[in-house]
């Protein structure tokens, strides 16, 4: 307990991240670069946190759930529990026995997903888990049109309004596609002939945000990154475009209708497997 007391009492600069993220403002701030550095304690920061809503952006998994359809769905098998039961392997005790797909409800995707060679999930760095979040918001084009795909119009309205893009940030895409969960029919919106109809993103915004501006990862609502007419062909290559950067996503998020467009900080974590090509994710944002 003494290690963790003398932890927290290690001092912290914040530059102008400071007001940005923990004073609630969402604004640049107006006071000069000397009097906007502040030293804080990590005990401090974290009672500033304690003060904000925290938004859960995960959906709970369980067999049966919107899925890719190459996946076998999942199975989970009591093995102990808490008296005597015919079909478990002891007493005491409740636990499970899960088995499905890396790739299961909310996830995440590390470069090795699409890259032979790519950083498996046990390679992506902590600090990777901890980022300004930036919201694009266009269910409205969404609602008009399913196939939508972001613009990078939508992107210099988000510029225009909250200034550049940050370097190192979680960019998502708000298209309110997760209000049709658990329908998987729903998420996938196929037509007559099987050609699914969702959302997705671009490929002139995804260049922009990971070579000009220098985000962290990204995260959408829907099962695949890029839109259902395309992954109808067999057409993945959005997806192959982030990870062969050597960043990871997060699909299937939820929640995104309660964040705002800018200020907030997204949390996203996820197990350690050794050599692991995907894995459920519990992500969540702090909101300013």
Known sequence: MSNFCSYCR?????LIYLPLYLSGCGQKPVASEADAVAEITLTQAYEVLQQKK????????EPGIPHWPGFPNETVKTIYWYDKQPDTLG?????????????????????????????????????????????????????????????????????????????????????????????DAAMHNRDKVGIAHYPGWSKEVLQY??????????????????????????????ETYILSQNHYQIELLTNLDQLP?????????????????GFPARVFAILP
Not at 10 to 14: A, F
Not at 210 to 235: C, F, K, L, N, V
Not at 261 to 277: C, D, I, R, W, Y
């Open 10 to 14: 290690s001092r912290l600069v914040i």
């Open 54 to 61: 925290f938004v859960d952006l995960t959906h709970a998994f």
């Open 91 to 183: 007493t005491g005790f409740f636990a499970q026995m899960y088995c499905h797909v890396g790739q299961w409800g909310t996830h995440a995707d590390p470069p090795a997903h699409f890259v032979k060679g790519g950083r498996t999930l046990d390679q992506i760095e902590v600090k990777e888990m901890i980022m300004p979040l930036v919201l694009f918001d266009v269910h409205a084009a969404v609602e008009q049109n399913p196939d939508y795909t972001i613009t990078m119009d939508d992107v210099r309205q988000w510029e225009a309004k909250h200034g550049p893009v940050p370097q190192n940030a979680f960019a998502v895409m708000r298209t309110d596609w997760s209000q049709r969960w658990p329908d």
């Open 209 to 238: 945000l990971y070579e000009e501006r220098g985000i962290t990862a990204s995260g959408h609502e829907t099962t695949d990154t890029d839109p259902g007419i395309a992954t109808s062909q067999d057409d993945y290559s959005l």
């Open 261 to 277: 467009e800018s200020g907030a900080l997204a949390v996203v974590t996820f197990p350690k497997p050794k050599g692991g090509s």
